[in-house]
């Protein structure tokens, strides 16, 4: 290894900011490159854009009615809800709504995808710099990842803001796990500093997707057990799983409702038709054309990565054999057995473990090991360019960069209506579809009533009094607080534009009352006497959520206690 890695690997935070600039600004243009097809095609309209762009929508109309951290989406399931936002993980949404506060909601999706794509950049310099041999070649893996091919079918054909923010921060997570387990010969390796870092970006992908967190999870305790292995010490266990404790304590407030309310929905619809791993290995098929596809899209893509993995591994091997031992990189053994797992785990011969691994089976798609692939591949490309084969890898990165790009946005579907056709469904009330996974246990969200009123007196059948006898008065309809007051000649039942969930609390004239529902759906039903009746209706904070909060709080209590102990004692070292 050159000087100039020696002094990369042992000293990356003599660093100046002109660098850091010259990172973000080459990020920032190969992102603006992704987000061409745009002006051209109009928006990218894969297959989970409406979720978030309602996602988006609802949060920042919550916002205006001043619920700062929704957890029931309103407008979903044609304006009876669903407790989405208790399920989602909350940073794609609360970033794509803070966006559309500030900027037009049609240019949200593509300022989303810059950002994102400049983050991701940034990550791999970072990572880079302890890795690459100048850094020249660290700005060739923060360009190579920013428009990586799995990032590419996320933002064309997929549209998954939650998880191309949750990849974006893989590197970082990477650099964090590689530092608390001394692969960078650091003396420190143990320090608090690292392991405060590790749990906070451990957290911040919990926070971000939950399927790429599985992942991570798993990629990262694989690093551990390796690290334990090879210094045969249980240290880095210890300190590896200190951090992760940390984190999932930092991301309770959303990970134990998660969990616990999964009780409370219909979760198995995650894994109905079409969404089952059997059912998304690499060139799997099934008895739907269009799934079939996709997924032979995703297959091209997954082989194009593990390809360009393999070649820049040998690069980087033959590079390391010519490296002194004391100099000698250290990740890349782990990395490799890394790509290598990754890639078993997208092929059928490993159907077993999805089936028995914690998880595993919500990830619904094997092909999402790519990240772990696209990630390894761009590492290994910074390791080995070096001379004449920088620019080798500058020419073979651009070829599969730019024709992945065309051949995912050629298959892809192009449509600038998609935000448009949601916010006039919110503006006339009328909202959008729900989710499946997401809908209250009990309910079937096809059979609802799709423009019901947000009130109506049901005829009892003892009497032929209908709700054109009632009188029937909204006073308030905000998110989670209902106030409707009713008055009718006999008794009956109210029938709400909403869906019943155990966190709502019915309130009949100041009394508890239960709520009941029609066969077939979860609509909320209120039995009301005679006379005048005030019905209340109040998302309330179940135990659960109560305890995460709680958990949370202590757990960044900590957090912020062991970094100002770790600053002190680094300010009195250097003293």
Not at 191 to 217: E, G, R
Not at 268 to 296: C, Q
Not at 349 to 365: D, H, K, S, Y
Request: charged share 15%.
């Amino acid at each position: 290894m050159s000087a100039s890695s020696v002094s990369v690997a042992e000293n990356p935070g003599q660093h100046s900011a002109r660098e850091w600039v010259q990172a973000a600004l080459v990020s920032f243009c190969v992102a603006m490159a992704v987000v061409t097809p745009f002006f051209f095609l109009g928006t990218a309209s894969g297959h989970d854009v409406a979720f978030h762009m309602a996602s988006w929508l609802d949060t920042a109309e919550q916002w205006k009615q001043g619920v700062l951290f929704p957890r029931w989406t309103e407008w979903s399931n044609f304006g009876f809800g669903e407790p989405r936002f208790i399920f989602y993980p909350p940073l794609s949404w609360l970033f794509g709504a803070f966006l559309g506060i500030l900027i037009p909601w049609q240019a949200v999706s593509a300022v989303f995808i810059v950002i994102v794509q400049l983050f991701a950049g940034l990550c791999i310099y970072a990572l880079s710099r302890h890795l690459a041999d100048s850094r020249s070649a660290a700005l060739l893996a923060a360009a190579c990842y920013a428009a990586n091919p799995y990032s590419l079918l996320i933002i064309y054909a997929r549209c998954d803001f939650a998880e191309l923010l949750a990849i974006a921060m893989f590197p970082i997570l990477l650099l964090a796990t590689l530092r608390l387990t001394g692969f960078f010969n650091d003396q420190e390796h143990c320090s608090a500093h690292n392991i405060l870092s590790f749990a906070m970006w451990f957290c911040a992908i919990w926070l971000s997707n939950a399927p790429a967190a599985v992942i991570a999870t798993y990629s990262v305790g694989f690093l551990l057990v390796f690290a334990a292995l090879r210094q045969r010490s249980i240290e880095p266990l210890k300190t590896g799983g200190a951090g992760m404790g940390l984190g999932f304590g930092l991301s309770s407030f959303y990970l134990i409702p998660a969990i616990y309310e999964q009780r409370w929905v219909n979760i198995s619809g995650i894994l109905s038709a079409g969404l089952r791993p059997a059912e998304n290995f690499l060139y799997a098929r099934t008895s739907d054309a269009e799934h079939d596809a996709f997924n032979r899209m995703a297959s091209n893509i997954a082989v194009l990565l593990i390809f360009w993995a393999v070649s820049a591994a040998l690069a980087a091997w033959r590079m390391e054999r010519a490296t002194s031992p004391e100099n000698r990189p250290r990740f890349f053994l782990p990395a490799s057995l890394l790509a290598m797992i990754a890639t078993l785990f997208m092929l059928p011969v490993t159907n077993i473990f999805w089936g028995v691994l914690p998880e595993m089976r919500f990830l619904q798609f094997p092909w999402r090991w790519m990240s772990i692939v696209a990630l390894c591949a761009v590492m290994f490309t910074a390791a080995s360019a070096r001379g004449m084969l920088r620019w080798g890898w500058l020419l073979i990165a651009a070829v599969a960069i730019v024709g992945s790009g065309h051949y995912i946005a050629k298959h892809s579907w192009w449509d600038s209506d998609d935000m448009p056709t949601l916010q006039a469904a919110m503006a006339e009330g009328s909202g959008f579809e729900g989710t499946d996974e997401y809908d209250p246990a009990g309910d079937d969200r096809m059979d609802l009533p799709q423009k019901a009123p947000r009130a109506a007196v049901l005829a009892s059948p003892s009497s032929h009094e209908s709700d054109k006898v009632a009188k029937i008065v909204i006073e308030r309809w905000a998110p989670e607080h209902r106030l409707v007051k009713v008055v009718t000649r006999e008794p009956g039942r109210l029938a709400l534009h909403l869906l019943n969930y155990p966190a709502w609390r019915v309130l009949l004239n100041g009394n508890s009352v239960p709520a009941t529902h029609p066969d077939g759906t979860q609509q909320m039903i209120i039995p009301i006497p005679r006379g005048e009746s005030e019905v209340q209706i109040d998302f309330t904070r179940t135990f659960d959520r109560t305890l995460g909060g709680m958990i949370s709080i202590f757990s960044l209590m900590v957090w912020l206690m062991a970094w100002f102990w770790s600053r002190r004692a680094q300010r009195i070292g250097r003293s």
